[in-house]
């Protein structure tokens, strides 16, 4: 992968905090996750992944390539992994709020296309886990309001959402997320760099429960972040590809809409196609997205093109995209039209959260002496 443009997965809305990212360890970070790499490719069973997103919609190429094509490599290198379809962190959201249910489905659906295996991971909603959640209060006990009000990324949020006012859940979801990771003890946790502060509260709580409650039993591990670079896909208008923006290309499109769709992408009016993401980022953007998909660089697919204009680069980019996401594509009409099965996985993902939260929980009540 062309390190020259890639930006840390999952760089949602606190991409644009870009300048924190020294004072919050990336590069620290970064050369823990390759020694992280090491580690996972000599012995994956001693990992536990945590992962998950918000159900706001269907996924689409940036997410991809971003994220999801890494927890189905970490699952199939045999890493165990939890999936956590964050409900709980949608519910201001009212135009999402409102079909929730349709939402969570698409995630499942959008899971399984691209490959994560039920039988070896879980997919679970963590409104559905009352364990995992009452970890929250103990956990609340444990940060001041000073550190929440610092927290970049959910100031970030908060300064671009559309919501008048803050609500508690909102200042209070990094704990919440912490909950989603600890109630698993995951030890690892792949991130993008606007989710850096996040898991660092996750350890600065499993350290402080372990200072205050800990009687010399350690009850949480301390997870790190697996931060891995991810190709900076531009949407179809040459800013970040976005469900909110409009100009994204979704795993879920077809065929004619994929086509229509990058038709319509931005390009520029130089007739020779070369690879230049500082100079020429639409074409270069596209480029890249053909060449993820080929398994080729982008300087291999833009000398094909050579001098053949942008309208054949585009009908590279179609043919590219349609035929990667052909089989994946097949996979979710195919589990679409069994909706019982969405459940039925749903179910069987949130009954084994359940049970490892009820344990947890169990452990934190006996630290805590609060058994009655
Ligand atoms: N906040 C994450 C996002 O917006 C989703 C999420 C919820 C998450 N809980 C998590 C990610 C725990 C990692 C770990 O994408």
Request: with cysteine; net charge negative; glycine share 6%.
């Amino acid at each position: 992968m062309n390190s020259a443009v890639t930006q840390t997965e999952d760089a949602g809305a606190g991409a644009s905090a870009a300048p924190t990212a020294e004072v919050l360890g990336t590069s620290a970070a970064q050369a823990r996750s390759a020694v992280l790499e090491e580690l996972i490719r000599k012995d994956p069973g001693q990992f536990r992944v945590l992962t998950g997103d918000r159900p706001t919609g269907r996924l689409h190429l940036g997410h991809f390539f971003g994220t999801l094509h890494n927890r189905v490599r970490l699952q199939d290198l045999g890493v165990e992994l939890f999936v956590v379809i964050a409900d709980y962190q949608v519910l201001t959201d009212r135009d999402v709020a409102d079909d929730l249910i349709r939402h969570v489905e698409e995630l499942v659906l959008d899971y399984l296309a691209i490959g994560v295996d039920p039988a070896r991971s879980t997919i679970f909603t963590h409104g559905a886990v009352p364990a995992l959640n009452q970890l929250m209060l103990p956990f609340l006990s444990l940060v001041s309001v000073s550190e929440l009000n610092r927290n970049p990324t959910v100031k970030d949020e908060i300064s671009h959402s559309r919501q008048s006012a803050v609500s508690g859940l909102m200042f209070t979801y990094p704990v919440h997320q912490a909950a989603d990771i600890l109630f698993c003890k995951a030890n690892l946790v792949p991130v993008g760099q606007d989710q850096l502060p996040h898991l660092e509260l996750t350890r600065t709580i499993a350290r402080r429960f372990h200072d205050r409650y800990g009687s010399g039993t350690v009850v949480f591990p301390q997870p790190e972040a697996l931060l891995s670079s991810a190709p900076l896909l531009l949407g179809t208008d040459g800013t970040k590809m976005s469900k909110s923006r409009n100009n994204a290309i979704t795993l879920a499109a077809d065929v004619d809409e994929t086509a229509r769709l990058i038709k319509g992408a931005k390009t520029d009016s130089e007739r020779h196609i070369s690879y230049d993401p500082a100079t020429r980022p639409e074409v270069s953007s596209l480029l890249l997205l053909a060449a993820l998909c080929q398994g080729r660089t982008p300087e291999q697919v833009a000398a094909d093109i050579g001098s053949a204009g942008a309208a054949a680069l585009k009908k590279v980019v179609t043919e590219s995209v349609n035929e990667y996401l052909a089989p994946i594509r097949a996979r979710r009409a195919e589990y679409g039209q069994d909706r019982a099965h969405l459940r039925d996985v749903l179910r069987a993902g949130n009954e084994r959260a359940r049970a490892v939260a009820d344990a947890t929980l169990a452990e934190v009540r006996a630290a805590m002496n609060t058994c009655y």
